[in-house]
């Protein structure tokens, strides 16, 4: 697979002078069409600075970030972002908030119907079609979040990313969420980049799970590509030994071994 998203030496400092902050450094990372990466790290190591900078909504202040072989500028409809908090419009439907991101990216070139047929297609995928006319204040947020996948989809990105976005739910609510992305993004073949803190979540999800040591001055400590046959199912995988050495590689990183495995600091 060619690489698809891929990141050079890219490092993020927030504020300039005596003020300046490091938060990430010489992050090097290629992704392949189609690939499912997460990003672990602990809570506050510049996993949401790295799913910005790819967003486009940080410049990065180091390095060279290239998307589909052009480099990332700014924000864009190839790049789709769904956050920890659905985002949704309150005063617009379910059906609405998808339809007015499909508008803003096909809306030059496509007919209205066309449109609608798009929008209601995304809530199908998500199976959020029966709650289309609903406002975002009379659904769950379990549903709230899928809209906000919907919204997402819609778009037809290149590339998905995703902020932690089913750290808000209730674990039965995540897990119908982690099957149903699966799902989707076996269907469509979206290259997905999602942060998590959950070690299970990575496991089941990912191809590869990136590993970010601890800040300041955060960079890559690891990666590890999980090698587990896909379709996934939970039930499986609870007794499947790559899964549980995958698991506990994850573990060992995120509650044992930090500090050898974190570079120096300069
Ligand atoms: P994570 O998502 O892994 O919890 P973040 O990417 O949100 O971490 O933050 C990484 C580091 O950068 C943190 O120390 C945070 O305080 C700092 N940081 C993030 N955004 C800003 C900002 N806009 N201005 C200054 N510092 C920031
Ligand atoms: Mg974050």
Redesign the pocket.
Known sequence: MKNFVSLERVGQS??SGRNA?V?LRDIDLSIAQGEFVTLI??????????LNLIAGLVPATEGVLLCAGREIRGPGPDRAVVFQNHCLLPWLTCLENVHLAVKRVFGAAEDARRLQERSVAALRLVGMDHAARKYPREISGGMKQRVGIARALAMEPKVLLMDEPFGALDSLTRAHLQDALQEIVAATGTTTIM?THDIDEAVLLSDRIVM?GK??AATIARILPTGLARPRRRNDLAYDARYLECRAEVMDFLHGCQEELQPAVA
């Open positions: 927030y504020g902050f938060a790290g602990h809570s506050g190591c510049g996993k949401s600075t790295l942060v970010l800040g300041p």
